[in-house]
């Protein structure tokens, strides 16, 4: 998520834009880093990673309903 925090301020990425570009980091490039560097199973890694991400999606979503309303 800082990644895609990081994007956005140095970009002219929208906030939307740059929560996708969070969640394609924390799902991707992160299982594999985290993986290689502490010897856990990919998959294992892929599927924790891929919980967060399906969280912080759920969040993101409740939160654009929520600004939506106001």
Request: aromatic residues 14%; without cysteine.
């Amino acid at each position: 998520m800082l990644i895609g925090w990081l994007l956005r301020k140095v970009s002219a990425l929208s906030v939307f834009s740059s929560r996708l570009a969070g969640l394609a980091v924390l799902l991707f490039p992160a299982p594999a880093i985290y993986s290689f560097n502490s010897g856990w199973p990919f998959v294992d890694a892929l599927i924790v990673y891929g919980l967060g991400a399906l969280i912080a999606a759920a969040v993101f979503t409740f939160m654009k309903t929520r600004e939506q309303r106001a």
